[in-house]
């Protein structure tokens, strides 16, 4: 009974405590009582044995933070959404801070939340000291390694140990967190978002629920182990469990306002302008009478789910007459009785004279000093399976960007994750391009070039095109969006390029530019032994923007390492990148089994008579080649800069042939699953090379041959021997 309240207040018996503060004595006291009665029983009974009966979800949610404050597990016996808990809170404000490092009410917030768990004081310490600045900085490398290590590696970075073993003791928060983490990870993935976006996406989710939640984001941590059970009545009907408390039937429902009422017997709706006499004052008893039948057969169903104990709470809480608990403590005499009047002596004297088995014990306002720890398990310990050989480290996911990634010419600062690297990103660009002469490696992307041996221009529409991994990608976006048969003029075209621009986080003034470059790009014959075929002829049936693939990688035989790789190479000495390009692969360090991933920027055909039509590989290339002066300042950047030789020393500088044979292997797979009676020597045609700054356009191509090397453009026909000696070598390995 939470009657000794109004004693401790000083409040006069006469005057009564409202529902709402009464209801906050509840979730304190539901905590006390089951830490006891585990206590008491520590052999016999568990948390799993006990169940709280709640009427909302509001009061489940405040009796389970009572429970997880002292340290006891509970689970919801209810569809719930962890996307709208605690954790998923805590989680907005740590994305916050990824999205704004330098914001410093972001950086407050997760100090003070239970990532951190600062207090005032220590804050205020910390903003004196530098340690909130500090704290910045940490979150400013984790928004960039973000890619790379996931939400779930950035948060394991902040949690320390004993910040760890507290969420673990604080119930379910950091099952939920973990839980969170996870499905805003997979948002990250499938959606491409970053730390901004990710966070405004974590933000709808949480402030507009969805009606119906799917299992995904039901909470992992409801489904614990030795948890108690809190459930709704309405859940509870066929569920029994040894121990059961009911806190809150001592409420009444809450009564039917109108105007609209309709009785269970009623198809109709009754539109009642007056409830104070006459039809108006029948309509709406009978809707106060059914909704007191409907609280009364709840209450029944709530106190029959104990099998050995049930605890009932009662108070004395202001209008909460009709509610289910007067029939059964006081009698049916107390029925129309006022709250006033059914005191702890009324209802002992009448449980006393009706002989019935219920100890009524007063409330006591004392906040729960004990701490919940469960018994270890009982049990002798066993070593485990020891395994009898050696972990194969040859054995994963690689790819060419990985294989490439620790060569001499990339400085060993090139990520080696196969999944960040592929997708088409030139991140070799933002290497090198931001290395002065004297610290790279590898050579400058500079041409030397007399401008009165060519008839080339000198300035390309994206000569001034910012440069970089990011920069790359979104030129790379915006053609995969682009319909190559429509000037990109129009309208449609201009909003694609806009939104990839904004969403790099480029100037949007750059639209122009990057029309008149990419038009350069689409109209500019292919040249080589795609003689005059221009990118523009392709319609939706003649090409495919980024195929990704998987290949098996030596899955029997021997690890595929770079010196077979390099005897490849040596077939087929007729063609482009023989004999000395070896070398090159014979340096690079490979020892792969697995698979090989990758994704190629376009697959086309040469023909519309696909009887006849050629497969090929195109990848985009956004390498700034151009002239500088004698301070390294840049000059021009432009289809005169794009000459055969300039372009072939980036080709061996970043290893696009091993590129280009690895793609055209894929290709080769896919077409012998995909294409009837398909035959590599009539069907494969070969790999094109696009360098997007060189590309001089229709108008410039007027008066040249196209046999001769077009600026910007490197197309090879597939060395069909290099092509199915690398295909056989990959699926069998070394033998």
Known sequence: SLDEDNASTKVKSQVLLSKTKLEDLVPKSVAAAVLELLHQQPEDLQPTDICILVSRHLQA?????????????????????????????????????????????????????????????????????????????????????????????????????????????????????????????????????????????????????????????????????????????????????????????????????????????????????????GEGWQVSERARQASL????????????????????????????????????????????AAMQELTPQRMQTWLNNQNINISVLAHQAIEPQQHWRAAPPVGDLSLGAIP??????????SSYSSWVANAQNHGGSAPADPM??????????????????????????????????????????????PRGAEAGDCLHRILERLNFNEPLTTNAAASTIEEELRRTGLDPGLLMSVQDGLTNVLNTPMGGDLGSLCLNQLDQRRRIHELSFDLPVAHSGSAVDALAIAKVFELDSWARFATPYCEKIAALDIYSRGFLTGSIDLVFND???????????????????????QEGQIISCGPIDYNNEAMEQ?????????????????L????????????????????????????????????????????????????????????????????
């Open 61 to 277: 949610s405040r009796i389970r933070e009572s429970l997880a404050s002292v340290g006891l597990p509970s689970r919801l016996v209810s569809q719930g959404d962890v996307l709208t808990s605690e954790a998923a809170l805590v989680l907005q404000r740590f994305l916050d801070c990824l999205a704004k490092p330098a914001h410093t009410g972001n950086l407050r917030l997760v100090a003070c939340s239970a990532l951190l768990q600062w207090n005032k004081e220590q804050l205020q310490h910390c903003e004196n000291n530098g340690e909130l600045d500090q704290l910045a900085l940490r979150f400013q490398k984790w928004a960039l390694k973000l890619p790379k290590l996931g939400l779930l590696g950035c948060l394991s970075e902040l949690l320390k140990g004993r910040t760890m073993a507290d969420l673990s003791e604080r119930g379910r928060l950091l099952g939920d967190l973990q839980q969170c983490a996870q499905l805003v990870q997979e948002a990250i993935h499938q959606q491409g978002l970053d730390a901004p976006t990710a966070a405004a996406w974590l933000r709808r989710q949480r402030l507009q629920p969805v009606d119906s939640v799917p299992e995904s984001r039901q909470p992992h941590s409801d489904v614990a182990e030795s948890a108690v059970a809190v459930v709704t009545v309405h859940r509870s009907k066929g569920l029994e469990y040894p121990v059961v408390i009911c806190p809150y039937l001592w409420q009444a429902p809450s009564q039917p306002e109108g105007p609209l009422f309709r009785c269970e017997a009623d198809p109709y709706w009754n539109l009642v302008l007056s409830t104070n006499w």
């Open 650 to 666: 980036q080709m061996l500088h970043h290893h696009y042939p091993l590129q280009a044979h690895l793609y055209l292997v894929a």
């Open 607 to 629: 023909s519309e008579d696909l009887s006849k039509a050629r497969w090929w590989v195109a990848d985009w290339k956004s390498n700034w080649i151009g002239q500088r002066d």
């Open 420 to 465: 960040e690297l592929e997708e088409g990103r030139d991140t070799d660009q933002q290497i090198q391009e931001s290395l002065p002469s004297d610290q790279a490696d590898g050579p400058r992307p500079t041409a030397v070039v007399n401008p009165a041996e060519s008839t080339w221009p000198e300035q390309s529409p994206l000569g001034t095109f």
């Open 668 to 735: 080769h797979r896919y077409l012998t699953w995909r294409l009837p009676n398909y035959d590599p020597n009539r069907h494969l045609g070969g790999y094109a090379y696009v360098f997007l700054r060189g590309l001089p356009g229709e108008q410039a191509m007027e008066n040249d041959s196209l046999r001769e090397p077009i600026p910007g453009l490197i197309v090879e026909p597939a060395p069909l021997k290099r092509i199915l000696q690398l295909d056989r070598l990959l699926m069998k390995g070394r033998q």
């Open 388 to 397: 009898q050989r050696r972990l194969d480290l040859s054995w994963g996911r």
């Open 293 to 336: 039948q409907e609280a009364e057969r709840l209450a029944y169903v709530a106190v029959t789910r104990a099998c050995s104990l049930l605890i009932l709470v009662w108070a004395r809480a202001a209008k909460q007459e009709g509610n289910p608990l007067t029939n059964w403590l006081f009698g049916p005499d107390a029925i129309d």
